[in-house]
């Protein structure tokens, strides 16, 4: 979706005020730049939610999770009911990811019985490859 604006300040008070959806789903905004080509994906973003299921306890507060997700994107928004104690499951965050790249499928975080490997449960990318980690 291309949109256009009748001033400045605008743009950024929409990319500032996200995230946004159509039809239930996160949509990605990107700054037009006239290197864009609509045949690559290259420079472009998407917001998407990932969870982090069983991490140990030392990890559920804001810094160790976004420093958890930044291996996937840039932090964006954490969900405050990971803050509750009666929903510690999982943790959940929405990362702005660049689309061209290989998404990865988890992370080694620190227990108290050694290292472990805690998978990353993306939501909602219809078309993503488990295999291969790419959209």
């Known amino acids: 979706m291309l949109c256009a604006f009748d001033n400045e300040e605008r743009p950024d008070l929409v990319m500032s005020n996200g995230p946004w ?3 239930r789903q996160n949509i990605g905004e990107d700054k037009w730049s006239s290197q864009f080509s609509p045949d690559s994906l290259k420079g472009l973003t998407s917001p998407i939610w990932i969870r982090l299921p069983s ?5 559920w507060d804001e810094i160790n999770v976004c420093r958890i997700a930044s291996k996937v994107g840039k932090p964006y928004l954490i969900d ?3 803050f509750h104690w009666g929903r510690r499951e999982f943790s959940r965050i929405c990362v702005h990811i660049q689309i061209e790249k290989i998404l990865s499928l988890g992370v ?3 227990g108290n019985s050694g ?3 805690k998978k990353f449960e993306y ?3 219809p078309n993503l490859c488990y295999n291969c980690g790419r959209i």
């Open 21 to 23: 959806y159509v039809k």
């Open 55 to 59: 991490l140990p306890l030392h990890c």
């Open 115 to 117: 290292r472990v490997y």
């Open 123 to 125: 939501k909602k990318i």
């Open 108 to 110: 080694w975080v620190e």
């Open 80 to 82: 405050d009911n990971m």
